[in-house]
């Protein structure tokens, strides 16, 4: 090559694109075929041909059976008209290996309307699909188990709302049956007898109180969709309501301290209200119980509160007794199904919070949890 002025920008040209990490091939549109009058190194590299076996040829050597026709009926089509054309297409090496080709084509030198010349940027970008094609292979499988997992789930609902219907009233028939047993035979039946029939009722009720709590559990999910803006304040008030009852048997003094507005089920917020302050009026000490329930605002959550003066919970048990059937006292100590805080997290769960306790032994225990805030803004009531 001379060193006249004339050639001097096709021999910077060449020699910028010997070191560059992009395959580069130059067509003449002005021959028949379009065929290849230039291409660098790397484009040698790439498809494993030397440079006498490209130099003249139309880069339809690179296709093959597993070549997306559709994308090269593209590709024709945009060298027709001389438009951009970019596009990943997979390609053929010289010893019959794939690899997929960003290809990016480019009209050059336009004159007068006419096209000398095409510019084409090539790079390999196999590990990349590949990458991609695993993550969409793994983003079906997870619809997949998703769409299984959700029909398993309703069928589970359907069984369980079936079948504690169908226990729920058997076992209170069997309580209130015994109930008059005991009360007709007390004057009867020796003190062993009685006390049988006494743990026999108790089972009853106890067993009909864990087929209610995993019914709620079951129907969490179901509820969830369910949702409106709730007068939390008002909410409480009614579950305190319900329980006055046992706060009056516990001689349970109660602060309220005004509570916002959020937008939940209230099915879900009333469960959670009432498994909390039950099990504060359960699990109380000798000494004179204070419930307080509260909730401050943090940004974009409401974070809720429960908070007694009762026995208290060690440190390590604080995963424990969210799990389903885990106690930390005995049933003998405090009567219950072990069910009450799993579902409480669930619920938390199902309206988008998290839920966590403090406590020391001797002292009390506060549960905490959290509802996001309506979109919209929600102020004290």
Same mark, same amino acid.
């Given at each position: 090559?001379?060193?006249?002025?004339?050639?001097?920008?096709?021999?910077?040209?060449?020699?910028?694109?010997?070191?560059?990490?992009?395959?580069?091939?130059?067509?003449?549109?002005?021959?028949?075929?379009?065929?290849?009058?230039? $291409?660098?190194?790397? +484009?040698?590299? *790439?498809?494993?041909? =030397? #440079?006498? /076996?490209? @130099?003249?040829?139309?880069?339809?050597? %690179?296709?093959?059976?597993?070549?997306?026709?559709?994308?090269?009926?593209?590709?024709?089509?945009?060298?027709?008209?001389?438009?951009?054309?970019?596009?990943?297409?997979?390609?053929?090496?010289?010893?019959?290996?794939?690899?997929?080709?960003?290809?990016?084509?480019?009209?050059?030198?336009?004159?007068?309307?006419?096209?000398?010349?095409?510019?084409?940027?090539?790079?390999?970008?196999?590990?990349?699909?590949?990458?991609?094609?695993?993550?969409?292979?793994?983003?079906?499988?997870?619809?997949?188990?998703?769409?299984?997992?959700?029909?398993?789930?309703? $069928?589970?609902?359907? +069984?369980?709302? *079936?079948?504690?219907? =169908? #226990?729920? /009233?058997? @076992?209170?028939?069997?309580?209130?049956? %015994?109930?008059?047993?005991?009360?007709?035979?007390?004057?009867?039946?020796?003190?062993?007898?009685?006390?049988?029939?006494?743990?026999?009722?108790?089972?009853?009720?106890?067993?009909?109180?864990?087929?209610?709590?995993?019914?709620?559990?079951?129907?969490?999910?179901?509820?969830?969709?369910?949702?409106?803006?709730?007068?939390?304040?008002?909410?409480?008030?009614?579950?305190?309501?319900?329980?006055?009852?046992?706060?009056?048997?516990?001689?349970?003094?109660?602060?309220?301290?005004?509570?916002?507005?959020?937008?939940?089920?209230?099915?879900?917020?009333?469960?959670?209200?009432?498994?909390?302050?039950?099990?504060?009026?359960?699990?109380?000490?000798?000494?004179?119980?204070?419930?307080?329930?509260?909730?401050?605002?943090?940004?974009?959550?409401?974070?809720?509160?429960?908070?007694?003066?009762?026995?208290?919970?060690?440190?390590?048990?604080?995963?424990?007794?969210?799990?389903?059937?885990?106690?930390?006292?005995?049933?003998?100590?405090?009567?219950?199904?072990?069910?009450?805080?799993?579902?409480?997290?669930?619920?938390?769960?199902?309206?988008?919070?998290?839920?966590?306790?403090?406590?020391?032994?001797?002292?009390?225990?506060?549960?905490?949890?959290?509802?996001?805030?309506?979109?919209?803004?929600?102020?004290?009531?």
């Amino acid at each position: 090559m001379s060193d006249t002025s004339a050639d001097l920008p096709l021999q910077l040209f060449r020699e910028a694109m010997q070191w560059i990490e992009t395959g580069v091939v130059i067509t003449d549109n002005r021959q028949k075929d379009n065929p290849i009058i230039y $291409a660098n190194p790397r +484009f040698q590299h *790439l498809c494993g041909y =030397d #440079l006498t /076996e490209i @130099l003249g040829h139309n880069c339809r050597f %690179l296709q093959g059976p597993e070549t997306d026709r559709n994308v090269v009926t593209k590709l024709r089509e945009a060298l027709r008209s001389g438009a951009l054309f970019q596009e990943q297409l997979l390609n053929y090496r010289k010893n019959g290996s794939t690899f997929w080709n960003r290809l990016t084509i480019s009209p050059v030198g336009r004159v007068d309307g006419e096209i000398p010349y095409f510019v084409g940027f090539q790079e390999d970008v196999t590990e990349q699909m590949t990458a991609q094609a695993e993550r969409d292979r793994a983003e079906r499988q997870l619809r997949v188990h998703a769409d299984q997992l959700a029909q398993s789930n309703e $069928a589970l609902e359907k +069984f369980a709302s *079936l079948a504690s219907h =169908d #226990l729920r /009233e058997p @076992l209170r028939t069997i309580a209130i049956h %015994l109930g008059l047993v005991e009360q007709e035979t007390e004057n009867r039946l020796d003190p062993r007898s009685l006390e049988s029939i006494k743990f026999v009722r108790d089972a009853a009720v106890r067993l009909g109180e864990m087929v209610q709590d995993l019914l709620n559990y079951s129907r969490i999910d179901a509820d969830v969709p369910k949702r409106e803006l709730l007068d939390t304040h008002e909410l409480v008030k009614q579950v305190l309501s319900q329980l006055q009852d046992s706060m009056k048997e516990a001689n349970a003094r109660i602060s309220l301290d005004l509570l916002p507005a959020v937008t939940a089920n209230r099915t879900v917020l009333m469960l959670i209200f009432q498994n909390l302050i039950s099990n504060a009026i359960k699990y109380r000490g000798e000494k004179p119980l204070d419930i307080r329930i509260s909730a401050k605002d943090q940004d974009t959550e409401w974070v809720f509160s429960v908070q007694d003066s009762g026995i208290g919970i060690l440190e390590k048990d604080f995963d424990r007794i969210f799990q389903m059937f885990e106690r930390v006292y005995s049933r003998s100590q405090y009567p219950g199904t072990g069910i009450g805080l799993a579902l409480c997290k669930k619920c938390v769960g199902s309206l988008g919070g998290r839920m966590w306790v403090k406590s020391e032994i001797g002292i009390g225990s506060e549960f905490c949890f959290t509802i996001p805030r309506n979109p919209k803004g929600t102020a004290l009531l």
